[in-house]
T-cell receptor, first 112, second 115 residues
């Protein structure tokens, strides 16, 4: 079972900030939160990841709540090219092997 | 190369035939993963390689599926006696080392259609 819950779809106006929520209420202390996106017919693209501190890179910001049970991915100035399915993933260790448990993601549609 | 490279990008095969899908990970990456994604679905983990360790095959859906990784670099995913339900995009990914803090990078996938 996926360990994350995301809304199935969201709309955002071009140029505005897109805020994508994710619930991961069963996350444990050594599990990271990762965000990927997948534009139609392409392989998943890494966006950002974090453990407990907020993170920012050239693509996005990641806000993780203090209890780590939820997070928000922020695309500060959405463009039409940001239309994609966004996946929030919790990575957990299984001995020395690691798997990604993927949910259905959020389909983000940027509107002009 | 600069990224994870997969071939072929598209493959149409007849039911019952065998197919081989190739993955060339990012240079220096020791961990290699195979996933499958059916149309409109999320990713399904298939198999994981790490260095010379025995692979984690727990995601392979049947014994028709196998994978190997030669020399710790290139990997081949083989599907024997293909069935129509095998139609999907097969994604390969790699990471520098295993560990939850290390980013996994994906290739563009091999689109398999079984007719």
């Amino acid at each position: 079972d996926a360990k994350t819950t995301q809304p199935p779809s969201m709309d955002c106006a071009e140029g505005r900030a897109a805020n994508l929520p994710c619930n991961h209420s069963t996350i444990s202390g050594n599990e990271y939160v990762y965000w990927y996106r997948q534009i139609h017919s392409q392989g998943p693209q890494y966006i950002i990841h974090g453990l407990k501190n907020n993170e920012t890179n050239e693509m996005a910001s990641l806000i993780i709540t203090e209890d780590r049970k939820s997070s928000t991915l922020i695309l500060p100035h959405a463009t039409l090219r940001d239309t994609a399915v966004y996946y929030c993933i919790v990575r957990y260790p299984m001995d020395s092997n690691y798997q990604l448990i993927w949910g259905a993601g959020t389909k983000l549609i940027i509107k002009p | 190369g600069a990224g994870v490279s997969q071939s072929p990008s598209n493959k149409v095969t007849e039911k019952g035939k065998d197919v081989e899908l190739r993955c060339d990970p990012i240079s220096g990456h020791t961990a290699l993963y195979w996933y499958r994604q059916s149309l409109g679905q999320g990713l399904e983990f298939l198999i994981y390689f790490q260095g010379n360790s025995a692979p984690d095959k727990s995601g392979l859906p049947s014994d028709r599926f196998s994978a190997e990784r030669t020399g710790g670099s290139v990997s081949t995913l083989t599907i024997q006696r293909t069935q129509q339900e095998d139609s999907a995009v097969y994604l390969c990914a790699s990471s520098l080392v295993p560990g939850a803090g290390n980013t996994i990078y994906f290739g563009e996938g091999s689109w398999l259609t079984v007719v």
